[in-house]
């Protein structure tokens, strides 16, 4: 059951695979926002495992995000997702990813979900 506080999260070793370089975002080697991105959403969908109906799906709706801080390659970070407010199926997460190494903050921001029924969905991407 979804309840308001759900906590999940995503580690992440940044790899040359997940650098501004490699994802065209920008011509540095450190970790590129689309990545930053990508491990939010992933704490997002890690809080919400588990509540959902076996039938049901979140899918990402809006995004705002701000990457505060650059990681170099060989860092270890982590996203967290905390569900601030549930308004239907709409599904609002309060993310933040951070170094684990203690090197402080590296984006914050919010994450709108949607439940979806997952076959009616898959279905009109389809069409």
């Known amino acids: 059951m979804l309840t308001e506080g759900l906590y999940g999260s ?4 940044v790899g040359t695979e997940d ?3 490699a994802l065209g975002s920008g011509d540095t080697e450190v970790l ?14 890690a809080a919400a495992a588990g509540e959902l109906d076996a039938a049901d799906t979140t899918v990402g709706t809006e995004v ?6 650059a ?3 060989g860092a270890r970070v982590r996203a967290e997702a ?3 407010r549930i ?7 309060d993310v933040a990813v951070s170094a684990s190494d203690g090197g402080g903050q590296l984006a914050r921001g919010t994450v709108e979900r949607v439940v979806v029924d997952r076959a009616r969905f898959t279905a009109a ?3």
């Open 32 to 45: 590129a926002t689309p990545r930053v991105l990508a491990l939010a959403e992933a704490a997002t969908v």
């Open 64 to 69: 705002s995000l701000s990457h505060l801080a």
């Open 87 to 93: 308004d239907g199926r709409r599904l609002l997460f």
């Open 125 to 127: 991407a389809r069409s």
């Open 10 to 13: 995503a580690d992440l070793l």
């Open 82 to 84: 905390r569900l601030r």
């Open 71 to 73: 990681s170099a390659v």
């Open 19 to 21: 650098t501004a370089l």
